[in-house]
Nanobody
Framework: QVHLIESGGGLVQTGGSLRLECAAS????????MAWFRQAPGMERDFVAA????????LYTDSVKGRFTVSRDRAKNTMYLQMNTLTPEDTAVYYC????????????????WGRGTQVSVSS
């Protein structure tokens, strides 16, 4: 059975940093596009960042460009999201997702999802 498990969330102050991890089990995800989405209370699930199957290309939503970096360690079957200069607007549950296709920022394009990890940024 395939699983995506997020970790690394927590509470930080404005300007702080966190690194999220998404560990994949039950399947090798090195041929998949992987992505991060986030969902704030009462809001829709929004795209954050994605990395394509050969790690040659990445995609970011405008609000995190220059602050967040998505990467992958194929040996560990794990994807990361390094988040710097966090603001209260980054507060959300962060989800990782996978798809057997190219880069996409659309929620409906992804087939596999983790259960999420909470990120809270205090002002």
């Amino acid at each position: 059975q395939v699983h995506l498990i997020e970790s690394g969330g927590g509470l930080v102050q404005t300007g702080g940093s966190l690194r999220l991890e998404c560990a994949a089990s039950g399947h090798t995800f090195d041929t998949f596009t992987m992505a991060w989405f986030r969902q704030a209370p009462g809001m829709e699930r929004d795209f954050v960042a994605a990395i394509n199957r050969n790690d040659a290309n990445t995609l970011y939503t405008d609000s995190v460009k220059g602050r967040f970096t998505v990467s992958r360690d194929r040996a560990k079957n794990t994807m990361y999201l390094q988040m710097n200069t966090l603001t209260p607007e980054d507060t959300a549950v962060y989800y990782c997702a996978a798809r057997n296709g190219g880069l996409s920022g659309y929620y409906s394009a992804y087939d596999l999802w983790g259960r999420g990890t909470q990120v809270s940024v205090s002002s």
